[in-house]
């Protein structure tokens, strides 16, 4: 079975459009959205409308929840005074544009998915968050603590945790025991449409699990990262000409 998952989408219809198509090439057997849908670009409506008219399961990204809320708070965790009061503007801009329908669909969205796989006798959980299964707008990076992450998926009961966020793609493999016993894969999908990791093609995961998949093998999980190209230039664009801070036109141009 091959999984496509994708996040981060952030109202950058253009990267969404292309992050489908190159999906449909592949032909996965199931696709999962990871949440944020909007903020920080001018197309929050369409693309939630696209991932609906699909019928792709979708759970809750942090700025979903401000906007579903109405709320003036995105969770974002800024760093500088200066990046607060970017996010101020985008967060009001984006609850000035979303159409009531949509924004009813943003305050219904469930916060996790669980998929249970009963494989050579075993189960196979599968566990998709947007920040992690603590907070919606935990940051876990590449970087974070062995025993931590551990800790946060043996707490979930989960063998496979895939989560955004961060903005930045990576898979970690951790076992509970030195050298043998129960691998559990911490899986960042990355951004369709903010990247943060240098490279401003879009990023999406194909999770490869078939009837030889198993937590007791580290090795049978297989996950490719997918980078696709769409046409940054129109989305950077956009943002300039609406009142959203030319700021983050830079950020897609740099990925940064």
């Known amino acids: 079975m091959r999984i ?5 989408i952030h109202a950058n219809l253009p990267a969404l459009e292309a992050c489908l198509a190159d999906m449909d090439s592949k ?25 609906r008219s699909r019928g792709i399961p979708t759970i809750a990204g942090n700025y979903d929840l401000g906007v579903g809320r109405s709320s003036d708070d995105c969770g974002c965790a800024y ?4 990046d607060k009061e970017m996010g101020k503007i985008s967060i009001a801009y984006t609850n000035s544009i979303v159409n009531p329908t949509e924004r009813q669909y943003l305050r219904t969205l469930p916060a996790h998915i669980r998929v249970e796989f009963q494989l050579n006798h075993e189960k196979l959980n ?7 299964p603590r907070r919606v707008n935990e940051y876990l990076f590449e970087d974070r603590e062995e025993k931590s992450m551990l800790r946060i998926m043996k707490d979930a009961d989960t063998d496979i945790m895939c989560f955004g966020h961060t903005h930045k793609p990576y898979h970690r493999i951790i076992g509970e025991n030195e050298g043998a016993g129960h691998y559990r894969h911490a899986i960042n999908t990355g951004s ?6 240098g490279d401003r ?3 999406y995961v194909l999770l490869h699990i078939d009837e030889s998949a198993s937590a007791m093998s580290k090795d049978s999980i297989k996950v490719d990262f ?3 190209d769409y046409d940054v230039e129109k989305a950077a664009k956009a943002i300039e000409g609406c009142p959203l801070p030319n700021e983050y036109a830079t950020m897609l141009r740099r990925a940064c």
Not at 27 to 51: M, R
Not at 79 to 82: I, L, S
Not at 126 to 132: A, E, I, Q, R
């Open 201 to 203: 093609r879009g990023c």
């Open 226 to 228: 997918i980078r696709f």
């Open 4 to 8: 496509a998952l994708f996040s981060d």
């Open 27 to 51: 032909k996965p057997d199931a696709i999962y959205c990871l949440g944020d849908l909007v903020g920080y670009n001018v197309w929050p409506n369409e693309v939630i409308q696209l991932i």
């Open 192 to 197: 369709v449409g903010k990247p943060k990791d």
């Open 126 to 132: 599968l566990l998709l968050v947007h920040g992690s």
């Open 79 to 82: 760093k500088t005074d200066a």
